[in-house]
């Protein structure tokens, strides 16, 4: 017997709702796997409408967009805010094609940064970051996670000259060169890097202009209602919620999802991405009065707090997986804790950048060590 869809699975249902008083959630398209659509809320006030997470870049969540903005007697051209929760392609994909139709600002974190190497961003990554040379490019917080929203894109890039896929197949390559592995399996890491700038430009083309940067508690005037801005980096560092305390409304985004935990991934500019999630984790669940979280995958639903401290509890348990292992295993790297962390049908890049992140909270808090091995690899003393 298969397993039931959990809700973050289900397909896009093509009825809009409206799940508060000028809210309404509609739901776009997405092929991803675990991910069956991605909600864009779109809030209505007297000048049109204000759209938050408009789904991913290309032509059939474009015309899932123009359908649902229909269904509430909009157009595209009433758009006039497009707010992104953070930099992953199913949040801000519809994006660029809104701001050309009706030159809707572009709200997002002022932090807000897709993919690929920049000096701006850049950090020093794990233990030993001073040894890393000029050639050592770091993918970054997004690119990350983004790997897993796009596999399917990248299946259909080796068939495909659509600039947008070979982006999306050059980060994926580019996520290979990791700071746990060693020389050799970094050696991919020029190729990479061509790959890049070639695709890059393309990126204009689905990278939203931001118009409009937000830090934590800037307040922005959406459906009538004063929307507070709350900082919650963990899933990527310019993740950020909208909170009106006034009907205690929350915009959760990827941050709090109902039934599954985002990916946290290790490599980031955070330094050490875990522990910004518990901190922004307790930062919901301080605010009091939330009665209607909203977020970008799966159903509306009313304990912010309980839910943001469960998904503290997980990655908790998954702290003390990992030490059980360490009595086990020994010294052993990243790889090998992921065997055994994980199904084996999620072994890969993914499942790695997560144990690497939990593994280098374990060290950032004085409860590992880590050195080099003779391949070039980090491995764990715990
Ligand atoms: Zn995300
Ligand atoms: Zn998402």
């Known amino acids: 017997m298969s397993k039931p869809k959990r809700q973050e699975q289900e397909d896009a249902q093509e009825e809009i709702s409206e799940v508060a008083k000028d809210i309404l959630r509609m739901q776009l398209p997405i092929r991803i796997p675990g991910l069956g659509h991605v909600n864009m809320y779109a809030l209505i006030d007297n000048d049109g409408a204000a759209v938050i997470d408009p789904g991913l870049p290309g032509e059939d969540s474009w015309s899932a967009i123009v359908s649902r903005l229909a269904q509430a007697d909009l157009k595209p051209k009433d758009v006039h805010t497009v707010f992104i929760t953070h930099s992953h392609p199913d949040h801000f994909g519809g ?109 204009s083309k689905f990278l939203p202009p931001i118009t409009h940067h937000v830090e934590h508690g800037d307040v922005l005037k959406l459906a009538g209602r004063e929307w507070f801005v709350q900082h919650t980096p963990g899933h990527t560092a310019d993740h950020i919620c909208l909170h009106d305390p006034e009907t205690g409304a929350f915009m959760s985004g990827d941050h709090v999802l109902p039934t599954i935990t985002p990916h946290i991934g290790g490599v980031s500019y955070l330094s050490d991405p875990l522990k910004s999630f518990f901190y922004s984790l307790d930062r919901v669940g301080e605010i009091g009065g939330v009665d209607l979280a909203l977020p970008a995958h799966g159903h509306p639903f009313d304990d912010l707090k309980g839910r943001a401290q469960s998904i503290k509890e997980h990655h908790y348990e998954r702290l003390d997986e990992i030490r059980e292992i360490a009595n086990d295993i020994g010294r052993a790297d990243v790889n090998a804790f992921m065997k055994r962390l994980f199904k084996e049908r999620s072994w890969g890049d993914m499942a790695e950048s997560e144990t690497y992140a939990h593994l280098e909270h374990l060290r950032l808090e004085g409860q590992a060590e880590a050195h080099r091995n003779e391949k070039g690899r980090l491995v764990y003393d715990i």
């Open 95 to 203: 994006a660029v094609r809104l701001h050309q139709e009706s030159g809707a600002r572009i709200v997002a974190h002022r932090a807000f940064h897709f993919g690929g190497p920049s000096g701006s961003h850049k950090r020093h990554t794990g233990p030993d970051a001073h040894v890393h040379g000029p050639d050592d490019h770091h993918s970054e917080a997004s690119v990350d996670d983004l790997v897993a929203h796009m596999e399917l894109l990248e299946r259909d890039r080796r068939r495909s000259r659509n600039p947008l896929t070979r982006i999306f197949g050059a980060l994926r390559r580019i996520t290979t060169p990791a700071p746990w592995k060693g020389p050799a399996d970094r050696a991919k890491i020029r190729e990479s890097l061509r790959w890049l700038s070639f695709a890059t430009l393309g990126r």
